[in-house]
């Protein structure tokens, strides 16, 4: 399973039975969003979507 590491804004990969507490932010999907490529490599910071990946880790 891969997470967001909210003080990092980084993905953390975790095998079971070791995985770690964790929330579900349920969000609508908009062509503002951020893609899982995006993401990883950080190359969309001003789209809204990345944004507000950002506040729910600052949560």
Do not use: W
Not at 16 to 31: C, K, M, W
Not at 46 to 58: A, L
């Amino acid at each position: 399973m891969r997470l967001i590491n909210s003080s990092r804004l980084t993905l953390s990969e975790f095998v079971e039975p070791n995985n770690p507490d964790y929330a579900i932010l349920l969000h609508s999907r908009s062509v503002y969003e951020a893609s899982f490529q995006e993401f990883v490599a950080k190359s969309s910071p001003q789209k809204s979507g990345f944004r507000k990946i950002q506040e729910f880790c600052n949560l």
